[in-house]
């Protein structure tokens, strides 16, 4: 079992930046492909950004791409989500999610494990 916590969700303009933090604990972090996922009211969750185990590999949703950098420290067991030039249509409640496996198509689609998520919300 991992035990995730977000934090740094907030208000902001847009065109502004925000940045997400992710703080595991309960087992080995290096062991935990990590993931960013976001669900507004009303709709679906979906995979935002994803990094492995070793940090070398990333995902990015389409809508994110150039905008969000996802990035870890295992020493820290954290994982963050910078978002810059926000806009109105990324507000939702952003969730940090983990999974042991190895696969980062794990992470993107089906992680074990689920943070409590933190309310973003971009302004016009």
């Known amino acids: 079992q991992v035990h995730l916590v977000e934090s740094g969700g907030g208000l902001v303009q847009a065109g502004g930046s925000l940045r997400l933090s992710c703080a595991a604990s309960g087992r080995t972090f290096g062991d935990y492909a990590m993931g960013w996922f976001r669900q507004a009211p009303g709709k679906d969750r979906d995979i935002v950004a994803a990094i492995s185990r070793s940090g070398d590999n990333t995902y990015y949703a389409d809508s994110v791409k150039g905008r969000f950098t996802v990035a870890r420290d295992n020493a820290k067991n954290t994982v963050y989500l910078q978002m810059n030039s926000l806009k109105p249509e990324d507000t939702a409640v952003y969730y940090c999610?983990?999974?042991?496996?190895?696969?980062?198509?794990?992470?993107?689609?089906?992680?074990?494990?689920w943070g409590q998520g933190t309310q973003v919300t971009v302004s016009s």
């Open positions: 999610a983990a999974d042991q496996r190895p696969q980062l198509t794990i992470v993107v689609t089906t992680p074990d494990y």
